[in-house]
């Protein structure tokens, strides 16, 4: 990833390459940040992120963040941006893959310990 | 935009908000960038932004960013990140509708002087 490539990523395809719900494949890179592809379903785990915003778009599907102060729907063609330190937690009833812009390493759970390995796709 | 919008933002709503070509209008804030939308067609100017990254999501058409280096076709659910520094014109032969993401305040042409204001959509 430290080259440029002269070529467009396409996020179909770079979701075509995995099966895995909850596991983030990073596709590029952006001012200090970690482009993702993730296929997502079932119910993730309340985290927060303290140090940055966690950007979703949805691709395919929908998803619901739930956080305290209340849930928001994301269907396709639509972002939202979790602000740091908010504590969410992302639920897809069916399917969804979602493009994700977080801090390059920052854990997806919010903790190390229980964090996905973050492998480019 | 300093409150916490509890709802998903709709780039295809934002988009229908607003007819000009190459006049980003911003949706929303992700750790210190602005998330924007924009109608581009025809030829863009030769530019570079020595301090930020140049994030390109396609949602509708095509586009084609020239660089020195070579020329990338971007098509719809296709992303492509212009380097800092890296002199680029983009150029959509037929309407296209991108995501874009650049560092908060940067002039759309690199340029102060010849820059869009950069309005909500």
Redesign the interface.
């Known amino acids: 990833m430290n080259q ?1 490539p ?7 395809q770079k979701l075509e390459t995995f099966p895995e719900h909850w596991q983030p494949r990073v ?5 200090g ?1 970690d ?1 993702m592809v993730v296929k997502v379903k079932g119910e993730f785990v309340w985290h927060q992120h303290d140090d ?2 966690d ?1 979703f ?3 395919r599907g929908r998803i619901t963040i739930r ?1 305290r ?2 849930d ?4 396709p ?5 979790v ?2 330190g ?1 504590e969410h937690c992302p639920v897809a009833q069916e399917e969804a893959h979602l ?1 994700l ?1 977080e ?1 390059a390493g920052t854990p997806n759970t919010g903790d190390e310990a229980t964090a996905a390995v973050r492998r480019d796709a």
């Open positions: 440029i002269l070529s467009a990523i396409n996020l179909a596709v590029g890179r952006f001012n940040h482009l940055t915003d950007f778009l949805v691709l956080m102060a209340g928001v729907e994301v269907g063609g639509e972002l939202f941006v602000p740091r908010m493009l812009i801090r």
